[in-house]
């Protein structure tokens, strides 16, 4: 299983193993903030359903927030993301793989994982015999921020950052 979310400043702990933060008090749970962001619905089937393709990228869920995909592999695999503009994660969730990008090699086993910069546009993975990768990305066109597309201002970067010819 593995734990693909959204970035966010927010986190709901509701059992913290006990930890203490570095003044040696129990760390803040948030029980009733994070049962009231949990949907309870039941979902009679909550599997990602796919066809199995070694040396393809397959398509396993896309949201508005991120998209996951299964690269199975056996031979190494080049992949273009000069069109995508952000980052993407590889979780290696089998095998002994390898990423690169930027003229870097990132050696991976099953469950570590690679963050390759939006500034790729060429990524390379390799497995030491067979190997399994979760890809991650958010798409920039999925992406919707409604308070930015109602102001005036179009330069995103200049509302983000800050501006002084405002």
């Not at 948030?30 to 962001?37: G, I, K, R």
């Not at 500034?119 to 030491?128: G, I, N, P, R, Y």
Request: net charge negative; charged share 25%; hydrophobic share 35%.
């Amino acid at each position: 299983m593995a734990e693909i979310q959204q970035p966010s400043d927010c986190t709901y702990r509701i059992y913290d193993y006990s930890r203490r933060d570095a003044d040696g008090n129990l760390r803040e749970l948030h029980t009733a903030e994070a049962l009231d962001a949990i949907d309870f619905g039941v979902i009679s089937d909550g599997r990602s359903h796919y066809s199995y393709e070694p040396n393809r990228t397959v398509q396993l869920v896309s949201s508005p927030y991120f998209t996951t995909s299964l690269i199975a592999l056996d031979e190494p695999m080049r992949k273009d993301f000069s069109e995508l503009n952000a980052f993407v994660v590889y979780l290696c969730v089998e095998g002994v793989c390898a990423v690169k990008a930027l003229d870097t090699i990132c050696p991976v086993h099953a469950g570590e994982c690679v963050l390759v910069p939006a500034t790729a546009d060429k990524v390379e993975l390799h497995s030491q015999g067979h190997g399994k990768f979760l890809e991650v990305y958010i798409d920039p066109s999925q992406w919707k921020d409604e308070e930015l597309q109602h102001r005036n201002d179009r330069d995103w970067l200049a509302q983000f950052v800050g501006s002084d010819n405002r």
